[in-house]
């Protein structure tokens, strides 16, 4: 186990320098200059100059690469042109706010999803396996804006239960808990229609299989033959689903962000490169790089714990 | 010998999207104490099926039509609810399977999967259980159990699973033992060791055994009596030196006939022609006269019912009826 860790780690370096190339190099490549939206429409060609000279733009790309990745091995991701902060403490003030919806999305994916699925499996054909698959579908296809608009429509603005959007008090409140309702929700839809569908297609092999007979053939009530024997079987290629799922919140909230109004890494990272902000791209997108792979790593070491066949000596 | 189960006119009823089929119709027999009653016939015949219906197991659509009639020791089973038969199941009555490389639950340790039983049937505590555990791999002549229980299945051997699965199936002393073809999937030297344990523990527990096979050579080896199914029918049952010296049924002969025989080099290998029918397929008279070399214009029209050969021996053909009329008429004459 300890062998997988360090080999990710090393893995992990490795992408990191690819993506840190890439989006540094595509970030330079892409029309616009950022000393020209600093210096806003009315600087003159020796004031873009000296801004140019100021944060470096000036010099070789390669030579901003390798200066910008010496401070970034020292935990510095530069400053941001638009507001001079520092990358990092941007991202350390925004990143809970990210991180709290996705685990609260997840929450609401796996328990749903999950639940749903194996319902619908072990009562395949019945109208709640039949509206399960419906919604489901539908949930894979609802895209998120409109979904969240929807909500807060109807819970915001018509019924007044819940707040409109922001995220500001603390998840662990009954006001933080309110405001993270409705995002969860949008962002966890399509993610518990996955979990589901996948769930109900595992669930309905394992239910056949040889053990689960066996199982029943020792006089194991029914309830624990699902919940116990099949669930854990059936659960190994959903987590699979539940990483990948997660991942992707944990980077690409950024349309539920907008919509909800959460000052988050996925506005972070789109107001950044609406105003040709390097740093800030550049330090979110590794973040998310970085977090993808974090997440990846976990749903190996968990497969292991699940299922004994797997073995990473 | 006493009774251990008594089955009359089993029908198994299967709800399909072609309306109600029954891939078992009106089997009768018996199985006693310490007996090994061994089921044989061609893949499809009803047997599985059969087997599962006893232990309650049958598919979400399969049912035992309401004449059918199960009764093990003193108590009825048909009637039972769900749960009632659970508590029954690897418990009074017992059952081990073909696969053992899939019949292990690949998640759960040995020791977890034998205590099961215990935990449910016989309500002992974690240790009492995995001494137990501990204790009934070696009976089943798995060597160092401790360091067995603690392992998954898949860090086992296929010889050792299948010792596992006849380990757990006795955990709780049952007294009707189910194997439906347990020793298919192993290797021929593993499977006579199989046949051995099963046999010794046989002995040792009292137990009466169902034992379903499609393979002669087995039935040969631990057969006390021999039930022969056809198409889903019962067509012959008998004491296993009857079945194996006289057969009576023109089916049993076939059957007969094509287990190779090394040591007669005249012996020439024999095929029943044709194949098995469908379960849905409608067949006037006897369902084997398609593919009976004694096929008479009576077999065409009428089914037979079961004819006795002996006390213990049945036939269900219409030859049998003629030998036993001719029979009378030499004893009389």
Known sequence: MLGLIVRRFFQLLILLIGISLIVFMSMHLAPGDPAAIIGGPTASESDMEAIREDLGLNKPVLVQYFDYMKGVVQGDLGYSYQTNQAVTAAIITRFPNTFNLAIASMIVAVVIGVIAGIISAIKQNSWFDLSSTTIALAGISIPNFWLGSMLILVFSVTLGWLPVGGLNAPFYTLEGMKQL????????????AMIARMSRSTMLEVVRSDY??????????????????ALRNAMIPVITVIGVNFGSLLGGTIITEQVFAINGIGRLMIDGIASRDFPVVQGTVLLVAALFVIVNLIVDIVYAMVDPRISYE | MEQLLDVQNLKIQFRTGEGKLSPVRDISFQVHKGETLCIVGESGCGKSITSLSLMGLLPANGEIAE?????????????????????????????????????LNPVFTVGYQLREPLYIHQKLSRKEANQKAVELLDKVGIPDPKKRVKQYPHELSGGMRQRVMIAMALACKPSL?????????????????????????????????????????????????????????????????????????????????????????????????????????????????????????????????????????????????????????????
Not at chain 1, 181 to 192: N, R, V, Y
Not at chain 2, 236 to 264: C, R
């Open chain 1, 212 to 229: 689960i007979r066996t199982a029943r053939a020792k006089g194991v009530k029914e309830k624990s033959v699902i919940w116990l024997h």
């Open chain 1, 181 to 192: 309702i409705l995002p969860a929700i949008t962002l966890g839809t399509a993610s518990a």
């Open chain 2, 177 to 333: 033992l189910i194997a439906d073809e347990p020793t298919t999937a192993l290797d021929v030297t593993i499977q006579a060791q199989i046949l051995d344990l099963i046999e010794d523990l046989k002995q040792e527990m009292d137990m009466g055994i169902i034992f379903v096979t499609h393979d002669m050579g087995v039935v040969a080896e631990i057969a006390d009596r021999v039930m022969v199914m056809y198409a889903g029918e019962v067509v012959e049952i008998g004491e296993v030196e009857e079945i194996f010296n006289h057969p009576k049924h023109p089916y049993t002969q076939g059957l007969l006939a094509s287990v190779p025989n090394v040591e007669d080099d005249e012996h020439t290998l024999e095929s029943i022609p044709g194949t098995l029918p469908n379960v849905n397929e409608k067949i006037e008279g006897c369902r084997f006269h398609p593919r009976c070399p004694l096929a008479t214009e009576q077999c065409r029209k009428q089914a037979p019912p079961i004819f006795h050969v002996n006390e213990n021996h049945t036939s269900k053909c219409w030859l049998q009826e003629e030998a036993n009329i001719n029979d009378k008429s030499t004893t009389t004459s």
């Open chain 2, 67 to 103: 004449e059918s009639f199960i009764k093990l020791d003193s108590d009825e089973l048909t009637g039972k609810s769900q749960d009632e038969l659970r508590k029954l199941r690897g418990n009074r009555m017992s059952m081990i399977f073909q696969e053992p490389m899939t019949a």
